[in-house]
């Protein structure tokens, strides 16, 4: 069955610190796509990165990075040096390529960046 | 460049009533999706349209239904309101189908009362 957890339901930081949202799926496929997003507070999704299942290779963004590893089916993001304009609700998301369009996203954290 | 709209952006409808929400792709693109998002989860797939025609459907009763229009823009309609029907509604445009590089509007968010 395809699922995404993220078991982090809300964590909160001091600003310029690093934090790491956790970001774990299932799948039966051996091809899909990873994704997040950040929703702010005015509701409309950010597309941050997606990934293929054939692509392990961490990725570094600016103050972002992502860590893919598929023997732990995992796909984590760090925000480095956060900033109080980070804070948003982060979606973790999978969608198996090869069957449909649609995407399956995790319930997201909610990640406070505190001045 | 305008990205992904919708309208309207709030919506209070009585139990029972019909709504249609609408949605206009991002230029360019020719697929939209629908997603429902309950407050405090993730959004959760209604249903796809590619060529005017339901393509994908997720977990969603008859109640929901949609269209596509000949410039891509599409409705999507929920009949009989249940209150459990309150969610932000987030539309996603892409180009063509198996391509998962979609783009989302702010959303509509409905009110059941």
């Known amino acids: 069955a395809q699922k995404v957890t993220q078991a982090q339901t809300e964590i909160s930081v001091v600003e310029k610190e690093d934090v790491t949202l956790d970001c774990v799926y299932e799948?039966?496929?051996?091809?899909?796509?990873l994704f997040w997003y950040k929703q702010p507070p005015s509701g409309e999704l950010v597309f941050l990165i997606r990934?293929?299942?054939?692509?392990?290779q961490n990725e570094i963004s600016g103050r972002y990075s992502w860590n893919f590893q598929k023997s732990t089916s995992s796909f984590n993001f760090t925000i480095t040096a956060s900033q109080v304009v980070d804070s948003a609700v982060y979606f973790c998301?999978?969608?198996?390529?090869?069957?449909?369009?649609?995407?399956?996203f995790g319930k997201g954290t909610r990640l406070h960046i505190l001045p | 460049d305008a990205g992904v709209t919708q309208s309207p952006t709030h919506l209070i409808k009585t139990r029972g009533q019909q709504v249609t929400l609408r949605c206009s792709p991002k230029?360019?693109?020719?697929?939209v999706s629908w997603y429902q998002q309950a407050l405090g989860q993730g959004p959760q797939f209604i249903f796809q349209?590619?060529?005017?025609?339901?393509?994908q459907r997720g977990n969603f009763p008859d109640r929901f239904s949609g269209h596509q229009f000949p410039n891509y823009s599409s409705e999507l309609n929920v009949n009989a309101l249940l209150l459990g029907d309150s969610a932000l509604y987030l539309c996603?445009?892409?180009f063509g189908t198996g391509n998962t590089e979609a783009f989302f509007g702010q959303g509509t968010r409905l009110t059941v009362v």
């Open positions: 996603a445009s892409s």
């Open positions: 799948t039966r496929d051996t091809t899909y796509y």
């Open positions: 990934r293929n299942s054939f692509d392990e």
């Open positions: 998301a999978l969608s198996e390529a090869a069957r449909d369009d649609k995407i399956i």
């Open positions: 230029s360019g693109h020719d697929t």
């Open positions: 349209y590619y060529e005017e025609e339901e393509r």
